[in-house]
């Protein structure tokens, strides 16, 4: 199986910066990816990782390190509609169906 | 921009009643799922499906769940006789590499 381990809960001011963290392990690392998902709704795509480094997408950015098994999400220039659950996600070799598998997520608020 | 569809939004069903919840897949996607939220819970896998077969499936999916494609463009979850425990969001999801989730399906069972 994998361990998929995540803060609970953070809280960051509108315009900061904020860095979630994500730890897994996993036998097969296929890919990890990070979702928002806001109250009573989907998740929905922010980001994927498979090799090393970092990959950005305008205010978010995520990085991987495979070695360490970590990952962050970092939003930058907070906005109150930041506000969500931030899910890490990871695809092992052994999902023949391409699944993922989520963490419990990171409830985070932003503050005025 | 595509998007996966399901319905119903929401569905109120008796305790031991079925319930099949509804799913159209983004159409050139060839891999479609069912994930699984419970209340201030996380997103569990249930299945995957691919090639018209089932290609992996959770713990959680017994032989009370079933899967089907009955056509080109839907793709079905059946939940047989339900349990209050079954009270959930359900959420269709489909793929080429990543995965994207419909709007969900609100079940309580009452």
């Known amino acids: 199986g994998q361990n998929i381990d995540q803060p609970t809960e953070m809280t960051a001011t509108e315009g900061a910066i904020v860095q979630i963290n994500c730890t897994y392990q996993?036998?097969?690392?296929?890919?990890l990816f990070w979702y928002q998902q806001h109250a009573g709704e989907a998740p929905t795509f922010l980001s994927y990782?498979?090799?090393?480094g970092l990959e950005e997408k305008g205010r978010f950015s995520s990085f991987l390190s495979r070695s360490k098994g970590y990952s962050y999400l970092l939003l930058k220039e907070l906005q109150m509609k930041d506000s969500a659950s931030y899910l890490c996600?990871?695809?092992?070799?052994?999902?023949?169906?391409?699944?993922?598998?989520f963490g419990k997520g990171t409830s985070l608020l932003v503050t005025p | 921009e595509p998007e996966v569809t399901q319905t119903p939004s929401h569905q109120v069903t008796q305790m031991g009643q079925e319930v099949i919840l509804r799913c159209v897949p983004i159409?050139?996607?060839?891999?479609f799922y069912w994930y699984r939220q419970i209340l201030g819970q996380k997103v569990e896998f249930l299945v995957s499906?691919?090639?018209?077969?089932?290609?992996?499936k959770s713990e959680i999916f017994d032989d009370q769940f079933s899967v089907e494609r009955p056509d080109g463009s839907n793709f079905t979850l059946k939940i047989r006789s339900t349990k209050l425990e079954d009270s959930a969001m359900y959420f269709c999801?489909?793929?080429?590499?990543?995965?994207?989730f419909g709007e969900g399906s609100w079940l309580t069972v009452v």
């Open positions: 999801a489909s793929s080429e590499n990543t995965i994207y």
């Open positions: 996600a990871v695809r092992d070799i052994s999902n023949s169906g391409y699944a993922l598998n």
């Open positions: 996993t036998s097969g690392f296929n890919g």
């Open positions: 990782n498979v090799l090393d």
């Open positions: 159409s050139n996607h060839l891999y």
């Open positions: 499906f691919y090639n018209n077969e089932i290609s992996e």
